[in-house]
């Protein structure tokens, strides 16, 4: 009877976990999604600004840091990035990164 317990507490918690990838994966896009205007649909820019498509992960993070700060010269962009916090930036890097 314990093993039986022990194995349905398993399957469970692997379909949470799969639950929680998957709201995960859609706060990304969700949040991705503003950025669509300029940057594309899932960062996939027809021209005009950069594809944040495949935009490595690191790098993502420490733009949007250098625009949060001033320190990056933009037109939007430091209004923009602020909004942001650092979990955000994480998961749209993440997002990003994982399109091509």
């Known amino acids: 009877m ?3 317990s022990l194995v349905f ?5 692997l379909g949470f976990t799969s639950a929680a990838q998957a709201s995960s994966l859609a706060k990304a896009q969700y949040l991705a999604a503003t ?4 940057h594309g649909t899932n960062g996939k820019s027809n021209g005009g600004q ?3 498509a495949g935009y490595d992960k690191a790098k993502f993070i420490a733009t949007m840091k250098e625009f949060q700060s ?3 010269p933009a037109t939007i962009m430091h209004q923009l990035s602020k909004g942001y916090t650092d979990a955000q930036l994480e998961a749209m890097a993440t997002f990003f990164a994982s399109q091509k």
């Open 9 to 13: 507490c398993l399957v469970a918690a």
């Open 50 to 52: 950069a594809s944040l």
């Open 35 to 38: 950025c669509a205007n300029c």
């Open 70 to 72: 001033g320190q990056r």
């Open 2 to 4: 314990q093993r039986v």
